[in-house]
Structure formats: structure tokens, C-alpha cells
């Protein structure tokens, strides 16, 4: 079983799943200019999201992440985020 599936809910929503300690269900929005902010043109709206949940874990347990959110709020916890495209160390390939 994959540690993130995400699901595209409509243009703008997705539906994340994380088993990793636990299963955990997640909503997020991505608006166009979101996607266009942070992935600069080098990431899909789903690869964005899947991405941003791996950072998301490499900081925090998976029962800490909000349930719904937009995707531009993890640089309110996180300022590096707004770096997301641009982090090598993040995989998405799996």
C-alpha cells in the first residue's frame, strides 16, 4: 500500500490518504495561482500535493496535519515551504 494517495476531488480540491503509523484522511486546495506560486511551472497540481504531504511528514507527526486546509497555509508553519518545487531531497516518484 502506498504511504500517500491522492485523489483529485475537482480542479482546485484533492483527497489525500497517509498510512503511515496510522490511516489518515486529509483535504486540500490547490488554487491555480497556489500551483502557480509554489511549483513554478516544474509540478502538476497532484504532484504538488503529494510532495507537500512527504515535507509535511519529515515535520510533523501525520495526526498533527490539519484535516482540510489550502495549500499555501503550510508556509505559516513552514517558510521553507514556499521553496517546495525546488527541494531535491523530497521524492515523488513512489
Known amino acids: ?3 500517500i494517495a491522492v485523489q483529485k476531488i475537482n480542479e ?19 488554487s491555480d495561482e497556489a500551483h502557480e506560486n509554489l511549483a513554478a ?3 502538476t497540481k497532484e504532484q504538488l500535493v503529494k510532495k507537500s504531504f512527504l515535507f509535511l511528514l519529515q515535520k510533523e507527526n501525520q495526526s498533527s496535519i ?11 508553519y513552514f517558510p521553507e515551504f514556499s521553496n517546495i518545487a ?8 513512489g
Open 1 to 3: 500500500m502506498k504511504l
Open 12 to 30: 482546485n480540491e484533492f483527497y489525500v490518504r497517509i498510512n503511515k503509523d496510522t490511516e489518515t484522511y486529509h483535504i486540500v486546495t490547490v
Open 41 to 43: 511551472g516544474d509540478l
Open 66 to 76: 490539519l484535516k482540510k486546509f489550502h495549500i499555501e497555509e503550510i508556509e505559516n
Open 86 to 93: 525546488k527541494i531535491g531531497w523530497i521524492d515523488i516518484s
